[in-house]
Protein backbone atom coordinates (compact mmCIF):
# COMPACT_ATOMS: atom_id res chain seq x y z
CA UNK A 1 0.00 0.00 0.00
CA UNK A 2 1.61 3.24 -0.76
CA UNK A 3 2.86 5.74 1.92
CA UNK A 4 0.60 8.50 2.90
CA UNK A 5 2.36 11.76 2.91
CA UNK A 6 1.09 15.55 3.68
CA UNK A 7 0.92 17.71 1.08
CA UNK A 8 3.18 21.21 1.30
CA UNK A 9 0.93 23.67 -0.07
CA UNK A 10 2.21 27.41 -0.93
CA UNK A 11 -0.77 29.67 -0.32
CA UNK A 12 0.29 33.31 -2.09
CA UNK A 13 1.68 35.55 -2.41
CA UNK A 14 -0.09 36.18 -5.92
CA UNK A 15 -3.23 34.68 -4.73
CA UNK A 16 -6.29 37.05 -4.23
CA UNK A 17 -7.18 36.70 -1.02
CA UNK A 18 -3.55 36.83 0.59
CA UNK A 19 -4.15 40.54 0.74
CA UNK A 20 -0.98 41.53 -0.72
CA UNK A 21 1.98 39.64 -0.09
CA UNK A 22 1.22 36.86 2.49
CA UNK A 23 2.87 33.25 1.54
CA UNK A 24 1.76 30.78 3.83
CA UNK A 25 3.15 27.39 3.63
CA UNK A 26 0.67 25.00 4.24
CA UNK A 27 1.03 21.44 5.55
CA UNK A 28 -2.34 19.52 4.42
CA UNK A 29 -3.55 16.01 5.33
CA UNK A 30 -5.91 15.86 2.02
CA UNK A 31 -7.99 19.06 2.49
CA UNK A 32 -7.44 19.68 6.49
CA UNK A 33 -4.83 21.90 7.46
CA UNK A 34 -2.48 20.48 10.01
CA UNK A 35 -0.15 23.49 9.59
CA UNK A 36 0.65 26.78 8.76
CA UNK A 37 3.79 28.96 8.51
CA UNK A 38 2.67 32.35 7.82
CA UNK A 39 6.13 34.14 5.49
CA UNK A 40 6.25 38.15 6.63
CA UNK A 41 8.76 40.49 5.24
CA UNK A 42 7.79 41.11 1.56
CA UNK A 43 6.80 44.28 1.82
CA UNK A 44 9.57 44.95 4.17
CA UNK A 45 10.55 48.76 3.63
CA UNK A 46 12.79 49.69 6.79
CA UNK A 47 9.76 52.45 8.42
CA UNK A 48 11.10 52.53 11.77
CA UNK A 49 15.00 53.04 10.50
CA UNK A 50 13.96 56.05 7.96
CA UNK A 51 11.96 57.13 10.83
CA UNK A 52 15.38 56.97 12.73
CA UNK A 53 17.05 58.79 10.11
CA UNK A 54 14.87 61.84 9.56
CA UNK A 55 13.78 64.62 11.37
CA UNK A 56 10.37 64.04 13.60
CA UNK A 57 7.95 66.08 11.59
CA UNK A 58 9.64 64.49 8.26
CA UNK A 59 8.37 60.98 9.38
CA UNK A 60 4.62 61.54 9.50
CA UNK A 61 4.01 61.03 6.01
CA UNK A 62 5.51 57.32 6.83
CA UNK A 63 2.97 56.65 9.12
CA UNK A 64 0.03 56.62 6.66
CA UNK A 65 2.12 53.93 4.83
CA UNK A 66 1.92 51.44 7.25
CA UNK A 67 -1.90 50.47 7.53
CA UNK A 68 -2.51 51.99 4.27
CA UNK A 69 -6.25 51.65 5.12
CA UNK A 70 -6.46 53.31 8.46
CA UNK A 71 -3.89 56.40 7.66
CA UNK A 72 -4.74 59.04 9.95
CA UNK A 73 -5.12 56.37 13.01
CA UNK A 74 -1.01 55.64 12.47
CA UNK A 75 -0.60 59.41 12.38
CA UNK A 76 -2.03 59.65 15.34
CA UNK A 77 -0.52 57.61 17.66
CA UNK A 78 3.02 59.04 16.02
CA UNK A 79 2.19 62.93 16.79
CA UNK A 80 0.86 61.75 20.11
CA UNK A 81 4.09 60.36 21.12
CA UNK A 82 5.93 63.63 20.00
CA UNK A 83 3.36 65.66 21.98
CA UNK A 84 4.11 63.56 25.32
CA UNK A 85 7.83 64.01 24.70
CA UNK A 86 7.36 67.41 24.58
CA UNK A 87 4.71 67.95 26.99
CA UNK A 88 2.89 70.15 24.86
CA UNK A 89 -1.31 70.56 25.06
CA UNK A 90 -3.36 70.25 21.81
CA UNK A 91 -5.67 72.94 21.27
CA UNK A 92 -9.24 71.58 21.84
CA UNK A 93 -10.80 71.86 18.89
CA UNK A 94 -7.67 70.04 17.11
CA UNK A 95 -8.53 67.01 19.40
CA UNK A 96 -12.22 67.24 18.14
CA UNK A 97 -11.19 67.38 14.88
CA UNK A 98 -8.17 64.18 15.46
CA UNK A 99 -10.94 62.15 17.48
CA UNK A 100 -14.17 62.63 14.36
CA UNK A 101 -11.41 61.80 11.42
CA UNK A 102 -10.29 58.84 13.67
CA UNK A 103 -13.87 57.41 13.81
CA UNK A 104 -14.34 58.64 9.85
CA UNK A 105 -10.99 56.48 9.39
CA UNK A 106 -12.45 53.85 11.64
CA UNK A 107 -15.47 53.17 8.95
CA UNK A 108 -13.29 53.36 6.09
CA UNK A 109 -11.09 50.27 7.55
CA UNK A 110 -14.26 48.45 8.37
CA UNK A 111 -15.77 49.23 4.74
CA UNK A 112 -13.23 47.77 3.25
CA UNK A 113 -12.19 44.62 5.43
CA UNK A 114 -16.29 43.96 5.02
CA UNK A 115 -15.71 44.28 1.24
CA UNK A 116 -12.96 42.23 1.10
CA UNK A 117 -13.59 39.34 3.72
CA UNK A 118 -16.95 38.97 2.20
CA UNK A 119 -15.29 39.04 -1.50
CA UNK A 120 -13.20 36.13 -0.37
CA UNK A 121 -15.99 33.59 0.77
CA UNK A 122 -17.84 35.04 -2.15
CA UNK A 123 -19.99 37.64 -2.30
CA UNK A 124 -19.34 39.99 -4.47
CA UNK A 125 -21.97 42.36 -3.90
CA UNK A 126 -21.12 43.57 -0.85
CA UNK A 127 -17.89 45.18 -2.49
CA UNK A 128 -19.83 47.07 -4.78
CA UNK A 129 -21.32 48.15 -1.89
CA UNK A 130 -18.64 49.37 0.83
CA UNK A 131 -16.73 50.75 -2.22
CA UNK A 132 -19.48 53.25 -2.80
CA UNK A 133 -19.48 54.86 0.71
CA UNK A 134 -15.87 54.99 1.14
CA UNK A 135 -15.95 57.33 -1.77
CA UNK A 136 -17.89 59.85 -0.06
CA UNK A 137 -15.09 59.39 3.05
CA UNK A 138 -12.14 59.72 0.33
CA UNK A 139 -13.22 63.02 -0.87
CA UNK A 140 -13.41 64.23 2.55
CA UNK A 141 -9.96 63.15 3.09
CA UNK A 142 -9.16 65.05 0.53
CA UNK A 143 -10.99 68.39 0.95
CA UNK A 144 -9.08 68.32 4.19
CA UNK A 145 -5.59 67.50 3.03
CA UNK A 146 -5.66 67.30 -0.33
CA UNK A 147 -4.52 63.93 -1.06
CA UNK A 148 -6.84 60.77 -0.92
CA UNK A 149 -5.05 57.81 0.90
CA UNK A 150 -1.82 59.68 2.35
CA UNK A 151 -3.11 62.34 4.26
CA UNK A 152 -0.10 63.74 6.65
CA UNK A 153 -3.06 65.76 8.32
CA UNK A 154 -2.13 65.26 11.91
CA UNK A 155 0.82 67.61 13.13
CA UNK A 156 2.46 67.92 16.20
CA UNK A 157 0.70 70.95 18.27
CA UNK A 158 -2.56 69.92 16.18
CA UNK A 159 -3.70 69.18 12.51
CA UNK A 160 -2.33 71.22 9.29
CA UNK A 161 -5.47 73.43 8.52
CA UNK A 162 -9.30 73.99 9.88
CA UNK A 163 -12.27 71.91 8.00
CA UNK A 164 -12.94 74.16 4.81
CA UNK A 165 -15.90 75.98 4.46
CA UNK A 166 -16.86 74.17 1.09
CA UNK A 167 -16.80 71.32 -0.41
CA UNK A 168 -15.31 70.40 -3.84
CA UNK A 169 -18.18 69.98 -6.75
CA UNK A 170 -18.43 68.18 -9.78
CA UNK A 171 -17.86 69.70 -12.90
CA UNK A 172 -19.39 68.56 -16.34
CA UNK A 173 -17.48 67.41 -18.85
CA UNK A 174 -17.47 64.66 -22.21
CA UNK A 175 -18.83 61.74 -19.77
CA UNK A 176 -21.03 63.53 -17.36
CA UNK A 177 -24.13 65.29 -18.23
CA UNK A 178 -25.26 68.93 -16.24
CA UNK A 179 -28.05 66.35 -14.44
CA UNK A 180 -25.63 63.78 -13.36
CA UNK A 181 -23.34 66.83 -12.17
CA UNK A 182 -26.68 68.26 -10.14
CA UNK A 183 -27.34 65.33 -8.76
CA UNK A 184 -23.88 64.46 -7.46
CA UNK A 185 -23.23 67.80 -6.26
CA UNK A 186 -26.92 68.15 -4.05
CA UNK A 187 -24.98 67.70 -0.54
CA UNK A 188 -21.95 69.35 -1.50
CA UNK A 189 -23.35 72.56 -1.69
CA UNK A 190 -22.53 73.37 2.08
CA UNK A 191 -19.24 73.22 4.00
CA UNK A 192 -17.04 69.99 4.87
CA UNK A 193 -19.11 69.40 8.32
CA UNK A 194 -22.62 69.18 6.59
CA UNK A 195 -21.19 67.07 4.08
CA UNK A 196 -20.49 64.58 6.84
CA UNK A 197 -23.50 65.39 8.70
CA UNK A 198 -25.50 64.35 5.55
CA UNK A 199 -23.09 61.21 5.49
CA UNK A 200 -24.09 59.99 8.87
CA UNK A 201 -27.76 60.51 8.46
CA UNK A 202 -27.46 58.01 5.08
CA UNK A 203 -24.82 56.02 6.41
CA UNK A 204 -27.14 53.91 9.26
CA UNK A 205 -29.26 52.90 6.25
CA UNK A 206 -26.59 51.35 4.75
CA UNK A 207 -25.24 49.06 7.30
CA UNK A 208 -28.81 48.31 7.45
CA UNK A 209 -28.09 47.16 3.74
CA UNK A 210 -24.91 45.33 4.47
CA UNK A 211 -26.49 43.67 7.69
CA UNK A 212 -29.60 42.18 4.95
CA UNK A 213 -27.35 40.60 2.67
CA UNK A 214 -24.77 39.11 5.54
CA UNK A 215 -26.19 38.72 9.13
CA UNK A 216 -28.76 35.94 8.43
CA UNK A 217 -27.32 34.84 4.71
CA UNK A 218 -26.93 30.74 5.52
CA UNK A 219 -24.04 30.64 3.03
CA UNK A 220 -22.00 33.19 5.16
CA UNK A 221 -22.91 31.65 8.12
CA UNK A 222 -21.70 28.17 7.08
CA UNK A 223 -18.40 29.87 6.31
CA UNK A 224 -17.94 32.09 9.51
CA UNK A 225 -19.49 30.38 12.24
CA UNK A 226 -17.85 27.87 14.56
CA UNK A 227 -14.62 28.81 12.27
CA UNK A 228 -11.60 30.56 13.86
CA UNK A 229 -12.41 29.71 17.19
CA UNK A 230 -10.30 31.40 20.10
CA UNK A 231 -11.26 31.71 23.73
CA UNK A 232 -11.27 34.55 25.62
CA UNK A 233 -8.06 33.63 27.76
CA UNK A 234 -6.41 32.13 24.83
CA UNK A 235 -7.04 35.46 23.08
CA UNK A 236 -5.28 37.77 26.46
CA UNK A 237 -2.42 34.97 25.67
CA UNK A 238 -1.40 35.63 21.92
CA UNK A 239 -1.62 39.64 22.47
CA UNK A 240 -4.99 39.79 20.70
CA UNK A 241 -6.00 43.73 20.68
CA UNK A 242 -9.34 45.38 18.97
CA UNK A 243 -12.12 43.78 17.29
CA UNK A 244 -10.19 40.38 17.38
CA UNK A 245 -10.24 40.27 21.52
CA UNK A 246 -13.72 42.08 21.30
CA UNK A 247 -14.89 39.34 19.47
CA UNK A 248 -13.93 36.78 22.09
CA UNK A 249 -15.71 38.42 24.54
CA UNK A 250 -13.21 40.37 26.50
CA UNK A 251 -14.44 44.39 27.32
CA UNK A 252 -10.71 46.22 26.11
CA UNK A 253 -11.32 49.28 24.09
CA UNK A 254 -8.67 52.24 25.05
CA UNK A 255 -10.99 54.71 24.37
CA UNK A 256 -12.53 53.81 27.42
CA UNK A 257 -10.37 52.15 29.52
CA UNK A 258 -7.43 54.46 28.53
CA UNK A 259 -9.17 57.55 27.18
CA UNK A 260 -7.27 59.89 24.99
CA UNK A 261 -8.29 63.87 23.25
CA UNK A 262 -11.86 63.48 23.83
CA UNK A 263 -13.01 60.21 23.84
CA UNK A 264 -13.73 60.57 27.58
CA UNK A 265 -16.47 63.16 26.45
CA UNK A 266 -18.08 60.66 23.69
CA UNK A 267 -21.30 58.41 24.39
CA UNK A 268 -20.55 55.27 22.86
CA UNK A 269 -20.70 51.70 23.26
CA UNK A 270 -18.36 49.26 22.98
CA UNK A 271 -20.03 45.71 21.56
CA UNK A 272 -18.44 42.20 22.77
CA UNK A 273 -18.86 38.88 21.19
CA UNK A 274 -19.64 35.84 22.86
CA UNK A 275 -18.11 32.54 20.97
CA UNK A 276 -14.90 34.24 19.79
CA UNK A 277 -15.60 32.92 16.16
CA UNK A 278 -15.53 34.49 12.72
CA UNK A 279 -19.07 35.97 12.72
CA UNK A 280 -18.34 37.28 16.19
CA UNK A 281 -15.71 39.14 14.79
CA UNK A 282 -18.02 40.37 12.00
CA UNK A 283 -20.93 41.52 14.25
CA UNK A 284 -18.95 43.33 16.74
CA UNK A 285 -16.96 45.51 13.61
CA UNK A 286 -20.38 45.94 12.06
CA UNK A 287 -21.57 47.13 15.78
CA UNK A 288 -18.27 49.41 15.35
CA UNK A 289 -19.37 50.84 12.33
CA UNK A 290 -22.58 52.12 14.39
CA UNK A 291 -20.72 53.89 17.42
CA UNK A 292 -18.39 55.42 14.69
CA UNK A 293 -21.32 56.97 13.24
CA UNK A 294 -22.57 57.77 16.83
CA UNK A 295 -19.04 59.60 17.33
CA UNK A 296 -18.86 61.67 14.26
CA UNK A 297 -22.46 62.94 14.91
CA UNK A 298 -21.12 64.32 18.58
CA UNK A 299 -18.20 65.83 17.12
CA UNK A 300 -19.42 67.53 14.38
CA UNK A 301 -22.59 68.62 16.70
CA UNK A 302 -19.28 70.40 18.90
CA UNK A 303 -17.06 71.89 15.86
CA UNK A 304 -20.27 73.68 14.75
CA UNK A 305 -20.52 76.13 17.71
CA UNK A 306 -17.11 75.76 18.76
CA UNK A 307 -14.48 78.15 16.66
CA UNK A 308 -10.72 78.34 17.90
CA UNK A 309 -7.05 77.70 17.10
CA UNK A 310 -6.65 73.64 15.66
CA UNK A 311 -2.65 74.13 15.63
CA UNK A 312 -0.51 75.27 18.34
CA UNK A 313 0.81 79.11 17.92
CA UNK A 314 4.34 78.12 19.27
CA UNK A 315 6.58 78.20 16.42
CA UNK A 316 9.34 76.25 17.69
CA UNK A 317 7.63 73.36 17.40
CA UNK A 318 4.59 74.05 14.23
CA UNK A 319 5.32 76.11 11.28
CA UNK A 320 4.03 79.75 10.93
CA UNK A 321 1.24 80.07 8.45
CA UNK A 322 2.28 81.17 4.67
CA UNK A 323 0.40 84.31 4.80
CA UNK A 324 2.44 85.18 7.97
CA UNK A 325 5.71 83.41 5.95
CA UNK A 326 5.35 85.36 3.01
CA UNK A 327 5.12 89.31 5.31
CA UNK A 328 7.63 88.40 8.31
CA UNK A 329 11.31 87.73 8.02
CA UNK A 330 11.32 86.51 11.79
CA UNK A 331 8.12 83.72 10.03
CA UNK A 332 9.81 82.98 6.94
CA UNK A 333 13.54 82.06 9.31
CA UNK A 334 10.76 80.03 11.59
CA UNK A 335 9.37 78.16 8.33
CA UNK A 336 12.80 77.50 6.84
CA UNK A 337 14.31 75.97 10.28
CA UNK A 338 10.73 73.80 11.14
CA UNK A 339 10.92 72.36 7.64
CA UNK A 340 14.87 71.71 6.73
CA UNK A 341 16.09 70.66 10.58
CA UNK A 342 13.17 70.30 12.33
CA UNK A 343 13.26 70.71 16.09
CA UNK A 344 14.99 69.04 18.39
CA UNK A 345 13.13 66.87 21.93
CA UNK A 346 14.32 66.85 25.51
CA UNK A 347 15.84 63.54 25.96
CA UNK A 348 13.65 60.65 27.47
CA UNK A 349 11.41 57.84 26.39
CA UNK A 350 7.86 57.69 25.41
CA UNK A 351 4.58 55.30 24.21
CA UNK A 352 1.31 55.88 23.09
CA UNK A 353 -1.26 53.56 21.71
CA UNK A 354 -4.52 54.60 20.22
CA UNK A 355 -7.43 52.54 19.72
CA UNK A 356 -6.54 51.73 16.06
CA UNK A 357 -9.48 50.17 13.72
CA UNK A 358 -7.43 46.71 14.02
CA UNK A 359 -6.41 46.68 17.49
CA UNK A 360 -3.83 48.80 19.56
CA UNK A 361 -1.71 50.46 17.33
CA UNK A 362 1.58 52.02 19.22
CA UNK A 363 4.47 53.97 19.09
CA UNK A 364 7.68 54.10 21.02
CA UNK A 365 10.05 56.38 20.96
CA UNK A 366 13.47 57.26 22.37
CA UNK A 367 14.56 61.04 22.04
CA UNK A 368 18.74 61.52 23.21
CA UNK A 369 18.23 65.22 22.34
CA UNK A 370 18.71 65.57 18.78
CA UNK A 371 16.16 66.58 16.23
CA UNK A 372 15.57 62.99 15.04
CA UNK A 373 14.41 59.80 17.05
CA UNK A 374 17.35 57.55 18.94
CA UNK A 375 14.72 54.96 18.47
CA UNK A 376 11.16 54.14 16.34
CA UNK A 377 9.28 51.31 17.56
CA UNK A 378 6.20 50.34 15.99
CA UNK A 379 3.80 48.59 17.66
CA UNK A 380 1.38 46.71 14.45
CA UNK A 381 -2.02 45.09 16.00
CA UNK A 382 -1.65 42.54 12.82
CA UNK A 383 1.69 41.38 13.44
CA UNK A 384 0.09 39.40 16.99
CA UNK A 385 -2.87 38.39 14.99
CA UNK A 386 -1.05 36.73 12.09
CA UNK A 387 1.21 35.47 14.29
CA UNK A 388 -1.84 33.30 15.74
CA UNK A 389 -3.04 32.36 12.25
CA UNK A 390 -1.33 28.58 12.51
CA UNK A 391 -3.36 28.04 15.73
CA UNK A 392 -6.37 29.56 14.14
CA UNK A 393 -6.61 27.22 10.83
CA UNK A 394 -5.32 23.87 11.97
CA UNK A 395 -8.21 21.45 11.85
CA UNK A 396 -10.13 23.73 9.33
CA UNK A 397 -10.67 23.25 5.97
CA UNK A 398 -8.11 24.35 2.97
CA UNK A 399 -11.34 27.33 2.34
CA UNK A 400 -11.61 28.59 5.54
CA UNK A 401 -7.86 29.72 5.84
CA UNK A 402 -9.23 32.63 3.23
CA UNK A 403 -12.19 33.31 5.76
CA UNK A 404 -9.71 33.46 9.00
CA UNK A 405 -7.65 35.47 7.12
CA UNK A 406 -10.33 37.82 6.26
CA UNK A 407 -11.73 38.09 9.95
CA UNK A 408 -8.09 39.22 10.82
CA UNK A 409 -8.43 42.26 8.89
CA UNK A 410 -4.40 42.02 8.21
CA UNK A 411 -3.10 44.62 6.08
CA UNK A 412 0.93 43.83 5.40
CA UNK A 413 1.97 47.49 6.01
CA UNK A 414 1.96 47.52 9.10
CA UNK A 415 2.86 43.68 9.64
CA UNK A 416 6.10 43.98 7.77
CA UNK A 417 6.50 47.68 7.87
Given at each position: ????????????????????????????????????????????????KLAESKPYNQSIGYMDRLDYVSMMCNEHAYVMTIEKLLKIEVPIRAQYIRVMFDEITRILNHLLWIGAHALDVGAMTMFLYAFREREDLMDVYEAVSGARLHATYYRPGGVNRDLPDRMPNYETNQWRSESDANRLNENRSGSLLDFIEDFTRRFPGY??????LLTDNRIWKQRTVGIGVVSPERAMQLGFTGPMLRGSGVEWDLRKKQPYEVYDRMDFDVPVGTTGDSYDRYLVRMEEMRQSNRIV?????????????????????????????????????????????????????????????????????????????????????????????????????????????????????????
Open positions: MPELRNMTLNFGPQHPAAHGVLRLILEMNGEVIERADPHIGLLHRATEVDEYETKQCIDWLRVNPGPVLLEDHKVTPPRRLEMKEDMESLIHHFKHFTEGYCIPAGEAYVGIEHPKGEFGIYMISDGANKPYRVKIRAPGFAHLSALDEMVRGHMLADVVAVIGTQDIVFGEIDR
